[in-house]
């Protein structure tokens, strides 16, 4: 049986992860001056917002699982 807030925890992860990568574009964008469709500040923006909305994620799939039904031994 799979704990209660496992599925956000794995979504959380995902998208940090995907956050991180596009932060990394932005910022390798901006360094090396190419101009990209969303340029780089759109990038690195972008990979801001994704991280910070799955540490949100993160932090609330963690209060499921502390809150959820406990199973005693």
Do not use: N
Request: aromatic content about 10%; some cysteine.
């Amino acid at each position: 049986m799979k704990e209660v807030g496992y599925k956000r925890t794995m979504i959380a992860r995902i998208g940090a992860a995907l956050g991180f990568v596009c932060g990394t574009i932005g910022l390798l964008a901006g360094l090396t001056d190419h101009a990209w469709k969303l340029w780089p500040l759109g990038w690195f923006t972008g990979g801001t917002l994704l991280t910070l909305i799955a540490i949100y994620m993160l932090l609330d799939g963690m209060i499921a699982f502390q809150k959820g039904p406990q199973q005693s031994r």
